[in-house]
């Protein structure tokens, strides 16, 4: 939810806006815990784990530090970059066409068409930190509640207890606060970005593998069509 508002206030701070794709985090590979109820003093702790990772306000929070025209925000940081260096994991050497555009500041290059995008920019984090802050009652309780199931079912009481113990901390209280923040990070971005090539060149070959090991199975019969509609009256 928090990813869709920000995508969306991004996109709407100027036309000339480069469109920038996050890759999603590495998938955690836990194997699912058990569909039956869960003890509810297990459960109950999960919930105080939960809340202490996930505690009122975090989504007001992560999308003014992702569109903050302060320079420790994540669109401040990555529009103060040059294009050759967002774009040097993708491609070393820009073409000669882009070079002199490639030592440009991607904010410089958006200013030159709308002089008025700072403040665009401006009002733009204040009306979304403003709707979050509208909206994350009615539903941020229900992720928290989610969050919680989840933690019970894959930690153990005593586990929950010393992330309980670690959570309320001043170093776990810190570890949460930065812990979805590190994500939106334009280092952890551009590292992202720097495993694209690698990833392109493996990626049609994984893709066949995949499909060879889907293609051992039958798969199941196309529907067959049906008769054809009749045609409305009056026409032909």
């Known amino acids: 939810m928090t990813i869709l508002l920000a995508a969306a206030a ?5 036309p000339a806006l480069p469109t920038l794709v996050m890759p999603a985090p590495p998938a955690l590979h836990v194997a699912p815990g058990p ?4 003890d509810p003093a297990r459960l109950a702790l999960a919930r105080q784990t939960a809340a202490a990772l996930y505690r009122d306000g975090s989504t007001a929070r992560l999308l003014d530090h992702l569109l903050t025209p302060r320079p420790d925000g994540t669109a401040s940081a990555l529009l103060d970059m040059t294009l050759g260096e967002l774009m040097a994991p993708l491609m070393p050497k820009l073409p000669a066409s882009d070079a002199a555009a490639g030592q440009t500041s991607l904010r410089s290059m958006i200013a030159q068409k709308d002089p008025y995008f700072e403040q665009r920019l401006g009002a733009i984090h204040d009306a979304a930190v403003a709707e ?4 994350a009652p009615r539903f941020e309780p229900q992720v928290r509640e989610g969050l919680a199931q989840s933690l019970a079912h894959r930690f153990t009481a ?13 170093t776990g209280q810190a570890f949460s606060d930065q812990l979805y923040l590190m994500w939106m990070d334009p280092a952890v971005i551009k590292a992202m970005l720097s495993t694209f090539p690698a990833l392109s060149a493996e990626l049609p070959a994984a893709m066949q593998r995949v499909k060879a090991a889907s293609d051992r199975f039958p798969y199941p019969e196309k529907p067959k069509p049906g008769p054809p509609k009749p045609a409305p ?3 032909k």
């Open 10 to 14: 991004l996109a709407a701070t100027s």
């Open 35 to 38: 569909a039956a109820p869960v």
């Open 132 to 135: 979050a802050v509208r909206l």
């Open 158 to 170: 005593p586990q929950l207890a010393e992330l309980g113990r670690f959570l309320g901390s001043d």
């Open 233 to 235: 009256k009056g026409k």
